[in-house]
């Protein structure tokens, strides 16, 4: 812009000089006009005709020398008179010498002016192309500015977005981790004792201290977000396999206000059916097995916990020939007998970590066109037709494979359950037993449950591993199964593990 403005400055500059060298010409000529006009011209008297006559004859009378000198001054009279005329020619002549100069001096300005304007035209001309170069800089500096700025804006929100997603993956699985057991498979009691007077915030450090849970800080949300509270001092027996939920309804129980020992707590081993489960009872607890059997054939009882775990006992209700409604429902896991009043207390514990442990698969359960009853089932029959969680997914869709056939289960265990005896070996005549349980004669799910499953049996269940299989055996030395497609060839395995295992 500066440029510019110089430029200006000197087109300005030397125009003006060019109109003052102008204006001071102008004003001389007009000075030496005025001057001309405002003084007579000196010039000779003119003599008429006559009167140089009459002098001419009195002096050519008086003298005839001066004869020449009259004709002398008559020529010098002609002379003077042609330079008056002269003089006279030239001054009508300054007039439009003047016009011509005006008019020359109009066409230089012209010229000047047309010359100036090109200059001006050329240099506004320049000037706008340099502001046009100078606004493209600019725009296109501002574009690339805008394009780094948008990049910027476009990162930052991307490493924010980023940020954001991995806290709140790692906050989910950090809250999903604290809800879950510490250790699944862990079912070692340890005995912990929780003061009077403890916050929900202090007990969850305790038992985080005492490996029990796995983060204090989210059983604190937990008991706060579910609304817990009334939780009692005491000592308790807890297990790192246990849910934040049994923890909670135990604390809410109350603890003994003694220390425990191995006397005061039962644990229910996986694959238990009701009657060894009340064989168990009676030999840890003042109650008699027939006093849990009873109890297990109490119609008003199990509508009671029907009532409280619908979800849960819904099918178990509906079903058709079952000899315990509650088989299979009675979760293997350890159990606190101080904590029950009665045999009632103990038993809806039973029910309750059942409920808990089959929560989450309630939805898969519907979308496989499955009921509960049905998964329980067939979950009983894995528990111990299977050891491996391989062999029981495997064995899982071999049960659905010959239920879409249409064919009858055959599993021994069916069979055991039918006759009501544990033993190690199914003959030919014990399949004939006349049971609903029988699978060897009937087919389908049959009544219920044959015993009372883990988690990892029902998970097989609801997870099965492909394949194509309608038979398998186990080896009756090493326990490793071995299927087959077609009938033939389990009877090749049969006679090479089973009856024939040395050769």
Known sequence: MSDVHNTQSGEGSFKEQIMRALE???KNRD???SDAESTPVQRPYAPTEDTLQKKSVKRLSSDKSTISTLNEEKRNSKRIEEKANKQAAEEQSIPAKKQRETTEEVSLLAKIGNKLEEIKLFDQEEYEEELSEESNLKRAERRREDRVVRKIVYILTIAILIVAGVLAISGYNYVSAGLKPLDKNDEKLVQVEIPSGSSNRQIGEILEDQDVIRNGLVFNFYTKFKNLTNFQAGY??????????????????????????DASKITVPEGYDVEQIASLIAKKTDFSKKDFLDLMKDEEFFNQLKGQYPDLLTDAGNAEGVRYRLEGYLYPATYNILKSRDLKDLVTQMVDATSQTLSPYYTQIKEKGLTVQEVMTLASLVEK????????????QVFFNRIDAKMPLQSDISILYALGEHKEFVYNKDTEVDSPYNLYTNTGYGPGPFDNPSQEAIQAVLEPTPNDYYYFVADIKTGKVYYAETYDEHLELVDRYVQNPNE
Not at 236 to 261: C, H, R
Not at 390 to 396: L, M, P, Q
């Open 385 to 396: 037709e299977g050891v491996t969680t391989e062999d029981r997914k495997k064995i899982a």
């Open 24 to 26: 001071e010409n102008r």
């Open 236 to 261: 308790y027996q807890f297990s790192a396999n246990m849910t934040l939920d049994s923890i909670s309804k135990e604390l809410q129980q109350g603890g003994s206000d003694v220390p425990l020992d």
């Open 31 to 33: 000075s030496g006009l």
